[in-house]
Structure formats: structure tokens, C-alpha cells
């Protein structure tokens, strides 16, 4: 084929596009992703029943925070890693924020507990439950997501762009998870909701290269 | 700012509003860059010349189905080049190139040289590529981009709605790139 002819049926009756069509794709995305997770989790596993009183309250809305957090940064990150040339504007430190904040705060805890808590304090009742649960839940907004990268957007860095994907279906993921949760110590949440959401961001490292080439 | 970047995001901007003079402008202009770029790079890696206006062509395609990610607030320049550069690792990797390390280069790289051989062809078959597709979007595209009846007479012709039409050249054209780049092309 000539470079011509091919530049000639390019240009042929071409249609005007809009630049803001990925990030609305993505975020129409993630708002069906979390919704869906909110209802697998609620049916799988039920909402905890002790919401009223203050200090379940309090955990449950430090999990909250600190899952939409991430969320929100992982968003903010993916609708720039998803352009061409968009893995070289976003901040890796500025993500790794949320992460070093809770561990020094579960440490500030554990320090202030005798060491007999500390197993309590880290295991709780349900890890094994946390650990499942979060990356199995997350591989619904993870398809979603990366379906939706796939179909409007062209990352040039796919390891990066996979690493996003995965971290936004965590914090998804873990955010569902916190309506059921009743492990409560700020360590427990540091290691089992960071740790799994970390689990699910290394999923997308090795997962990008192959899930969203184009 | 140097001029190319200026020409090249004005003509793209007006591309992106539907101006199609001036987006074969800019595909004609980035074709030369690229080939050049192209020419370079694959002989610096020690494959043969002979690849590069297929991957031109791959690059322009790319370029194409994926202009809707082109961000008009940043520069025109670095965009092509991360597409320039993803196409050209991605090809060496495909064709198994041992050994092969590309320097970190300034994106201002892609317009760095011109080459404007006329006429020039590549080795992939559009008619073959065409005919793998779905007939829906292989009759799209023979229609409004080959033969260049209006959305509206292709519409009529093919006993599509309008936007069925639009929303079938598009994914034909995605379709093709993605073929071309998963390296099914005989």
C-alpha cells in the first residue's frame, strides 16, 4: 500500500473528535465499578451491624479515607497514563503518600500497645478473609476498567498504565470491603487493606503489558 | 517552541475539528518525520530499512484511531513521539531484534529530519487487511473512506443508520491497526 493512499483515506470524510471522550470513559468506569463491587460484597458477605455506635464509626471511616484516597489519586494518574506520552506526568511519590501515612500511624500504635496486642492488633479476627476477599472482588472493577482503557485510550507505558489499573480496582475493591469489615486496629488496616491493594497493583504490572497493548 | 511544533498542533487542532485539508496536511508532514525517524532507528538496530514504511503507515493509523487522546492544552511534538517510539519497540520486539537498547532520546527527536520519498509503499496488503474484517465494517470503510460517499449515501447504501456507519469506521480502522500490530499481517 502507498503512504498516500493510505494518508488520502485517512483524511476522506473525517470526523470531528472530542479529546475529553477517555476521562469520561474512565470515570463513567469507575463509578459503574464501584457500584458493582459495593453490591458483590454486600451480597457475598453483608454489611457489619454495629455502624451506630462511634468508635466502629471511626475505623470505618478511617478505612474509607484512606481507600478513597488512593482511589482518587489512582484516578487522577490513570487519565494521564492513559495518553501517549502521559507515563512521564505522574507523581509515583505523591501515590506512595497514602501508604507510608498509615504504616507510620500503625506503627505509632503499636508502639504505644504492650507488646501482647501487637498479634491481635496486627492479625485481627478475618485476615485470611481480607486477603481474599479484596483481590478477589477487585477482578470485576479490573476487567471493567481495563476494557474501557482498551476501547478509548492508548497508553505507552503498559506496565505503568497496568500498575494504575490495579491499584484503582483495589481501593474499589477494598472500599466494599470496609462495609463488612469488623477488624478495627489501624495496623490491621495498614497491612491487609495496603498490603492487598499492593497485591492488586503488582497484578497490573504483570497483567498491563499483555491486557492493553494496542 | 519551535515551529514544527506550532505547524504540526495548528494543523492537528483543525484535524481534530474535522478539517480534513489540513489534517492530510499534518498526516503528509508527520509521514516524512516519521519515516525518517523510522529509517534511523531501524538501522541503528540492524534491521533492514525495508521495514519502516510499513511501520510508518502502522504509526500513521495509530496516530489516527487514537487522535481523541491528544490533550490540546499539552504539546503536539512529545505525543507523536511516545505513539512513534511504543510502535517502534513494539515492532523490534515482534521481529525478535536480540540485543537491542534505544537510547532515552527528547521527543523533539521525531521531527528532527524529513524524508520525502515520493510515492513511497509499504508491504502491507490494504485490500487483505480489508477483507478480514467484519463485512459491516469492511463496507463502512470502502464507502466513506475509499470511495467518499457522504456518512448519509454510505448510510443509505449500506442499510445503516448514520451513526451506525460512523461508529463502524471507527472500530474498522481500530481493527485494522490492531491486526497490523499483532502481527498477523501474511
Redesign the interface.
Known sequence: ???????????????????R??SRALIGAVAIAVSTALALMLMALGIRHDLTNVPALLSFGLKVLFAGVILGLAVVSLSKV?????EGTVSLTLISLPFIAITLLALAMLAMSPSSHWRTMLLGNQWLECLLSIPLIAIVPFALITWVVRQ???P?NLSRAGAFVGLAAGSISALGYALHCTDDSVPFVALWYGGTIAVCTLAGVKLGPRLL?? | MTTAETDLKALMLAGLGGDGAAYRTLLDRLSRHLRAYFAGRLSRAGRPATDSEDLVQEALLAIHTNRHTYEPSEPFTPWVHAIARYKLIDHLRRSRTPGVHLSIEDSEAIVAENDDRAGAESALDLNKLLDRLPDKMRRAIRCVKIEGLSVAEAARRCGMTESAVKVNVHRGLKTLSRSIASGRQP
Open positions: 500500500m502507498k503512504t498516500d493512499k493510505l494518508i488520502d483515506m485517512l483524511s476522506t470524510n473525517l470526523e470531528p473528535v472530542d479529546h471522550h477517555p492513559i495518553r501517549p506520552g502521559g478509548t485510550a492508548a505507552t497493548h494496542w
